[in-house]
Nanobody
Framework: QVQLVESGGGLVQPGGSLRLSCVAS????????MGWYRQAPGKEREEVAT???????DYAEFVKGRFTISRDETKAAIYLQMNRLTPDDTAVYYC?????????????WGQGTQVIVSS
């Protein structure tokens, strides 16, 4: 089973940017979809952005125009470029690998990386 390691989280001021990385333990070429999800304190985990192995990406409405998801098969990694961050973006961000297109619940999760947006 693929293992995922996220990095790039941290403390940033409102309006700032961060770039999250998720590196897989094996090739992502045949993983149907990978994505970023987040969970804020007291809230359920929610989808942020996903990208398929055909490079089709989808975004949650609340990040459209601010976040960009990308993948690099040569590095077995996906990324999340986050711009114009607001305090509402504060959460633990998780990477998911949905290997067969069955949905993230049946996929593999990373350990998460904390993002805090605060002045």
């Amino acid at each position: 089973q693929v293992q995922l390691v996220e990095s790039g989280g941290g403390l940033v001021q409102p309006g700032g940017s961060l770039r999250l990385s998720c590196v897989a333990s094996e090739s992502i070429r045949n993983i149907f979809s990978m994505g970023w999800y987040r969970q804020a304190p007291g809230k359920e985990r929610e989808e942020v952005a996903t990208i398929t192995n055909a490079d089709r990406s989808d975004y949650a409405e609340f990040v459209k125009g601010r976040f960009t998801i990308s993948r690099d098969e040569t590095k077995a990694a996906i990324y999340l470029q986050m711009n114009r961050l607001t305090p509402d973006d504060t959460a633990v961000y998780y990477c998911n690998a949905d290997q067969y297109g069955l949905g993230p619940r049946f996929g593999t999760w990373g350990q998460g990386t904390q993002v805090i947006v605060s002045s």
